[in-house]
T-cell receptor, first 112, second 115 residues
């Protein structure tokens, strides 16, 4: 069936480095994508989103890239900080469907 | 953004019993969602709860096991019935954000352990 998945389950970076978290999706009808951050013991927190008619969107220290040709989504975090340590999920929902389909998650660890 | 609280934050229960989880929002919302997050796993949607109608369940989830109430626009409950150890998970409620039907805000979750 259709699914949203991640290439890397864990990522360890040094403080100050840039981080890139990847996500592959298989539903070609997906038209809206979201990145969530989940810290230990908390619910997912919205980071940034992107629609399928865009290939790049920037926020504060974060950038999401969308490559519809290969159905790939990435989250770039600039100057990674210890507070960025968390599990990051990509999610998608398409059309008039309000349901979110979540990817598997990547654990980001930032070393001081 | 909406502020969402859940009760209890965690519980340890015996198999065969039931637990009701409450989700309270500080503003009126149309759509509320219940998710399950098994240990070390991603989130899976259980059901969508709209006020004034029966909840809509996803494949693999049934009302007898996970009855849901939605008495008003700020509150919902999820009951995990006749629990087994396989029900040990984090249960999360979420609500849609008023300015975007796709943006969902999540509660802190309820960590359930079934012995």
């Amino acid at each position: 069936g259709e699914s949203v998945g991640l290439h890397l389950p864990t990522l360890s970076v040094q403080e100050g480095d840039n981080s890139i978290i990847n996500c592959a999706y298989s539903n070609s009808a997906s038209d809206y994508f979201i990145w969530y951050k989940q810290e230990s013991g908390k619910g997912p927190q919205f980071i940034i989103d992107i629609r399928s008619n865009m290939d790049k969107r920037q926020g504060q220290r974060v950038t999401v890239l969308l490559n519809k040709t290969v159905k790939h989504l990435s989250l770039q975090i600039a100057a990674t900080q210890p507070g960025d340590s968390a599990v990051y999920f990509c999610a998608e929902t398409g059309g008039s469907n309000y349901k979110l389909t979540f990817g598997k998650g990547t654990l980001l660890t930032v070393n001081p | 953004s909406a502020v969402i609280s859940q009760k209890p934050s965690r519980d340890i229960c015996q198999r065969g019993t039931s637990l009701t989880i409450q989700c309270q929002v500080d503003s009126q919302v149309t759509m509320m969602f219940w998710y399950r997050q098994q240990p070390g796993q991603s989130l899976t949607l259980i059901a969508t709860a709209n006020q004034g109608s029966e909840a809509t369940y996803e494949s693999g989830f049934v009302i007898d096991k996970f009855p849901i109430s939605r008495p008003n626009l700020t509150f919902s409950t999820l009951t995990v019935s006749n629990m087994s150890p396989e029900d040990s998970s984090i249960y999360l409620c979420s609500v849609e954000q008023a300015t975007s039907v796709y943006e969902q805000f999540f509660g802190p979750g309820t960590r359930l352990t079934v012995l």
